[in-house]
């Protein structure tokens, strides 16, 4: 299976954006899907993560409130909707799932 990240762009302060991670095939072992984000010359972040039925949900503190994770399994995609962006997101957003990564989508914000 593997994870396509996508919807990254380059936005200003305060906008919000929907990052999506779509897997090729459905997984058979029902996992659970994280989003990390890596800034240019630092180490990678957990943000978020969801269980496969999408009842629980985990953040990192420096996103809580303003993150949103959330899965459409019909759709074997898992979202990360971003609100009041701020220049110190400006990173590389990377899903993963089953030990699995996706290839990463650049998400810049500056005015």
């Known amino acids: 299976v593997q994870l396509q990240a996508s919807g990254g762009g380059s936005v200003q302060p305060g906008d919000s954006l929907t990052l999506s991670c779509a897997a090729s095939?459905?997984?058979?072992?029902?996992?659970?899907t994280g989003w990390f984000r890596q800034p240019q010359g630092k180490e990678r972040e957990f943000l978020a993560a969801i269980t496969w039925s999408g009842k629980n949900t985990y953040y990192n503190e420096s996103v809580k409130g303003r993150f949103s994770i959330s899965r459409d399994n019909a759709k074997k995609t898992v979202y990360l909707q971003m609100n009041s962006l701020k220049p110190e997101d400006t990173a590389v957003y990377y899903c993963?799932?089953?030990?699995?990564w996706g290839q990463g989508t650049l998400v810049t914000v500056s005015s």
């Open positions: 993963t799932a089953n030990g699995r």
């Open positions: 095939a459905a997984a058979t072992n029902r996992p659970g």
